[in-house]
């Protein structure tokens, strides 16, 4: 029966399969919404599903201290693809398919957990708040996603269960949440939840051990967020010890300049959006793994705002040996902000290479 599936899920995107960017979602996409300016995000609202738009994702990634394992880095992702668009229903004649990731990585090991589904085995409920699939599950503990979140994946060879503890608000990108993704004007909508404390706790290979850090959830839907020309993307979120943190993401192409853009995010929760003019991403080292050449180090400036800090994978082998593969990792943050010297950490996406 997977196969059968695996063999569906690849019909469906293998229009978008030279466009890799997060995890290899593309275009085509007659029928569906389509994302335009002016229509705010809304909370706690989007939270929920978005069936009338071809794809989405809801993606936690998490920079935790371990006492047995030291620096580590946790992933919590779902995807939903429509074939054509339709309401969600628990049938199997549903046109909607699901895609989860799962990953947890130290400096010596890196683990991932990937399950494909179809309707019926994916819970999906926005109040109270659910999403649940096969090994995944993500629910917010009161009911309201603005509150507290538990993350849990249970694989064959790790497992972890996460609380996700908010101190502000989420932030939206781009324009109250049109995010821009080329100049030839493909966007999708995109907000963020980057102020969480995160603590709970990990299984690797029979250790169990206690988990505390930070993590950052990003929501986006859209139904063509890529030019034809775009062929992957780098994604940087960065946590700053102001409390500040910063998005950035740059969309490779073949024959244009990369498309960057990002996001200045206050400890208060003010953003301001940052254009390709404020960012420079120079890739610094390359590492080969799985058959691919990728950069693991970055040098990462806003020139306007003071910040020049060098990232590096806390594991260059952070590879995900998924049915799209993809490289995602956490990354430690040293440099300085203007005058003060920065060292945190931040979690780095890289597909299409």
């Known amino acids: 029966m997977r196969a059968n599936w695996l063999l569906i899920w690849l019909a469906l995107i293998a229009p ?41 994702w809801w993606y936690v990634t998490a920079n935790l201290e371990s006492p047995d394992f030291g620096p580590m880095g946790v992933q919590w992702t ?20 699901w895609m989860a990731h799962a990953a947890i990585t130290h400096s010596a090991d890196h683990r991932v957990g990937e399950t494909l589904l179809r309707s019926p085995a994916v819970t999906v409920s926005t109040a109270p708040f659910v999403l ?25 060879d790790f497992s972890y269960r996460l609380d996700l503890t ?3 608000q989420p932030v939206a990108h781009g324009e109250d949440g049109f995010s821009q993704k080329s100049t030839s004007g493909q966007a999708s909508y995109y907000f963020s939840q980057p102020f969480y404390t995160v ?43 102001s409390g500040a943190k910063v998005m950035l993401f740059r969309l490779r192409s073949d024959s244009t300049a990369p498309y960057l853009s990002g996001s200045w995010i206050a400890p208060s929760g003010d953003v301001t959006p940052l254009a390709r003019g404020d960012i420079r991403l120079t890739p610094l080292n390359m590492h080969s793994v799985a058959g691919r050449t990728l950069p693991t180090q970055w040098r990462v400036e806003v020139p306007r705002r003071g910040l020049d800090v060098r990232v590096a994978a806390l594991n260059p082998d952070s590879y995900m040996t998924t049915l799209f593969p993809y490289w995602e990792g956490p990354i430690t943050v040293i440099g300085h902000l203007g005058a003060t010297p920065v060292e945190d950490v931040g979690y780095l996406e890289m597909t299409g290479y």
Not at 26 to 52: C, M, T
Not at 132 to 156: C, F, I, M, N, Q
Not at 217 to 231: A, V
């Open 78 to 97: 779902l995807f939903r693809r429509a074939a054509k668009p339709a309401p969600l229903t628990g049938d199997w004649s549903s046109p909607h398919f």
């Open 199 to 241: 603590t709970g706790t990990a299984s690797i290979g029979g250790v169990t051990t206690t988990l505390a850090g930070k993590a950052w959830l990003d929501r986006e839907w859209s139904s063509q967020p890529l030019d034809q020309t775009q062929k992957g993307c780098d994604w940087f979120s960065l946590h700053l010890p």
């Open 16 to 56: 978008a399969a030279g466009a890799q960017s997060y995890a290899g979602l593309g275009d085509g996409a007659e029928g569906f919404a389509r994302v335009v300016r002016g229509v705010p995000v809304r909370l706690p609202a989007d939270f929920g599903p978005h069936p009338d738009f071809q794809l989405e």
């Open 166 to 168: 908010p101190s502000a």
């Open 132 to 156: 649940a699939a096969d090994g995944w599950s993500l629910t917010a503990k009161t009911g309201d996603p603005l509150g507290v979140l538990e993350a849990r994946y249970t694989g064959s």
